[in-house]
């Protein structure tokens, strides 16, 4: 017990620390705790109530509960993205073979990241695409959310076109609206689609376009 002192002592405890004290030092960081939470908890209340989300957790404790308790948080994965994916594709039967393949290489991107598991918060991962895709890195709270919820994926086929001379250009994102374009020209193996979004990534991250 001795080896809490420090701890103990902080909790505002004055007398003898032993075995025979031993239910007087539990009240005294009983005490302590629910002093100190109480008043915090108070605070976190009026916080939430301004949004009325005290509502939302009343009516859906099931779904608010990852956000409150530690590990019951459901993490962003790969298929969480891909399955929210809404391609809007051409009626060219050969520039849909090309959208199609860089649909392919989106998804193994996102299981390259998966499995890579990165230790460093600065490192690519799947939430880190959601959070670029979307302005946020996790999953929607309520069930009806995640039902509607989109990431339209579309395609550029003219960006020589429209900036002739240039030898490349990088996906564009609109997190307000769930959109990302893909520069088909740029994007013929994976090396290049992986290359073009680890850039895209890094420098882009900040709601600017590179």
């Known amino acids: 017990m001795t080896s809490f002192t420090d701890q103990i ?6 007398g003898p620390i032993n075995e025979e004290h031993k239910a007087s030092i539990i009240r005294a960081i009983v005490l302590h705790a629910t002093t100190k939470r109480t008043a915090m908890l108070s605070q976190l209340r009026q916080g939430l109530d301004v949004y009325d989300f005290l509502k939302v957790i009343k009516g859906n404790p099931a779904h608010c509960r990852g956000l409150f308790v ?4 459901e993490k962003v994965d790969s298929h969480y993205i891909v399955s ?35 230790e460093d918060h600065d490192e690519p991962s799947v939430p880190g695409v959601m959070q670029w895709l979307s302005g946020q890195a996790h999953r929607h709270l309520l069930l009806s959310d995640r039902e509607a919820f989109k990431i339209v994926v579309r395609f550029n086929h003219n960006c020589f076109d429209n900036m002739p001379g240039h030898t490349i250009c990088f996906p564009v994102v609109s997190a307000c609206t769930q959109t990302v374009t893909f520069p088909t020209a740029h994007l013929n193996s994976f090396e290049e689609f992986k290359e073009s979004i680890l850039i895209s990534l890094k420098c882009g991250a900040g709601f600017h376009r590179i």
């Open 9 to 14: 002592v902080n909790c505002g405890y004055t």
């Open 70 to 73: 530690a590990g019951n948080i």
């Open 84 to 118: 929210r994916l809404a391609p809007e594709f051409s009626s060219s039967t050969v520039n849909q073979l090309t959208e199609k393949k860089i649909l392919n290489y989106f998804q193994d991107f996102l299981l390259e990241l998966e499995d890579a598991e990165p």
